[in-house]
């Protein structure tokens, strides 16, 4: 078939025309609309949980509806496991994620982190009687951790050959796997031994530290006015020191200092 000059100039003008087009300002669909679609975690309290009137809560969803009131919009929240976060953002359900979620340098290859707003501990849990005090101890050890989550990274990395690893969908399933004897340990955050306590007091005990974290909030590569919005609100909440009311709430903790550069993580959108 033969092609005009004409309509190769067509085709050419409309392939230039798509990216402009294929690119969004979702601060500008949220300010439409009235409303700021935030993920969160669903069963990963006190980060983020659906409460007994099933409503959105914890330290995230504080966050989460400070930032819709900086705003001047409504708030509305989807509760996610853990594996379903980042598909979430990256295929429009949620606008941003406020869902306890680690600033790797992995993840910043498919979303674009926030400055952080959060600190968390990785580590293992097991009870009292069971002696884990190195990585070594781990093997032949039934571990569990939430699939897709930094447990998951850091117990696959640090745990010897022969050490059984079992994945559940969310941190819940997890915390009740070992509380029903399905695992013997678990990859946990730091508020893990304080949910095993609700229902076995006194059982459980942090046995390794992997690493320490800091949480940011996500949103779409390339989508530079949102990626600025939540970044000005979370540097006016944390000098203002308005940061510190919900890590009192939840975390009985004055927020730690946060650092300026992260390795391997950009905060700013380019």
Known sequence: MHLSRRTILGFAATLLAVPARAQTDTLAAIKQRG???????????????VNTSGASDGFDADVGKAFAEYLG???????????????????????????????????????????????????????KDRTIKTNADMKGVIIGVPRSSVQDTQVTRFAPEGTTIRRFDDDAATIQALLSGQVEAVGSNMFYVQ??????????ENKLEFTRLYNGACTRLGDKPINAAVNAFLGQMIAKGDLAAPYWKWMGMAPP?????????TFTAV
């Not at 949910?195 to 459980?204: I, K």
């Not at 200092?257 to 993580?265: K, Q, V």
Request: no cysteine.
């Open 73 to 127: 919009v409504k708030a509305e929240f989807s509760p996610l496991a853990v594996a379903n976060r980042i598909p979430a953002l990256t295929t429009g359900r949620v606008d941003i994620l406020f869902a306890t979620m680690a600033m790797l340098p992995e993840r910043a290859k498919v979303v674009q982190f926030s400055r952080p707003y959060v600190a968390n501990v990785i580590g293992l849990v097991a009870a």
């Open 35 to 49: 409303t700021v679609l935030i993920g969160i975690q669903g069963d990963n309290a006190p980060w983020g949980y």
């Open 195 to 204: 949910r095993l306590d609700q229902q076995s007091p006194g059982m459980f």
């Open 257 to 265: 200092s946060f650092p300026d550069a992260i390795d391997g993580i």
